[in-house]
């Protein structure tokens, strides 16, 4: 481990984890198991960031609005695998042993019930906890958010006499969350764009991308973000 202070930890990262498809085509593993090898990296992610007391927060991009388009066949394999690690995480020490907050973030209307049940069961019972923070982007997309963002003003929610810039934090899905903009945001599977993946509260994250497809990521990967980011030098503009 490094000596205390030598090394600048971010305190919120976030992730695309890409590249379970190719994962497929590559190793000759059926969807079911290739997705299932990605949802299980989230969690020994979650594990490595955990041992690093300064991660407060992790973000995960899981599933885009856009793949929603995807196959009937793929996404009710999605939905499948999602249903049976909600059902699992119910009851996870590493969420319960560490007081990991879970929240979801993104249109619940686009997904299934028996999914939804299981999601609202898991804010339920972690909605006291506060040492670390899990939120995971289901049924989400950035400019759709933006969107439900401005019927909440136009509705009243959010007052429009005193919109600012930190007001509208308030009424985007993350309101609630500490610290909502990710100190940076990591891609794995070498494609390089954010698409469409928390566009307000990422304005000056740091980006990494990997060329390791994300079942293939490991400790080591999280411990080179780490490193990656105390090198860079953050001004926001300044």
């Known amino acids: 481990m490094w000596a205390s202070g030598s090394v600048k930890i971010p305190t919120h990262i976030a992730v695309i984890p890409d590249g379970n498809r190719r994962y497929a085509k590559k190793t000759g593993l059926d969807f079911y198991h290739a997705y299932k090898k990605g949802v299980e990296k989230v969690r020994s992610f979650l594990t490595w960031a955990l041992e690093f007391r300064n991660i407060k927060n992790v973000t995960f991009f899981a599933l885009s609005t ?3 388009k995807r196959s009937k066949i793929e996404l009710e394999i999605l939905f499948r695998i999602f249903e049976e690690e909600l059902r699992r995480t119910l009851e996870d020490p590493l969420i319960h042993d560490n007081k990991v907050r879970v929240r979801f973030i993104g249109d619940r209307s ?40 401005i019927k909440r003003v136009l509705s009243g929610e959010v007052r429009l006499e005193t919109f600012s810039e930190e007001e509208l934090f308030q009424c985007l899905d993350t309101r609630g969350i500490p610290n909502p903009e990710p100190d940076v945001v990591v891609r794995t599977g070498g494609e390089k764009r954010l698409s469409n993946f928390l566009l307000y509260q990422t304005a000056y994250s740091e980006l990494i991308f990997l060329d390791k497809l994300w079942p293939e990521v490991e400790r080591e990967d999280l411990v080179y973000i ?3 980011y105390s090198r860079r030098q953050r001004r926001f503009g300044r």
């Open 226 to 228: 780490i490193e990656e």
């Open 66 to 68: 856009e793949n929603l």
């Open 110 to 149: 686009l997904l299934p019930g028996r999914v939804v049940k299981y999601i609202d069961e898991l804010e339920s019972v972690t909605k006291n906890y506060s040492n670390y923070h899990l939120t995971i982007a289901l049924g989400y997309g950035g400019r759709a958010e933006i969107v439900r963002c």
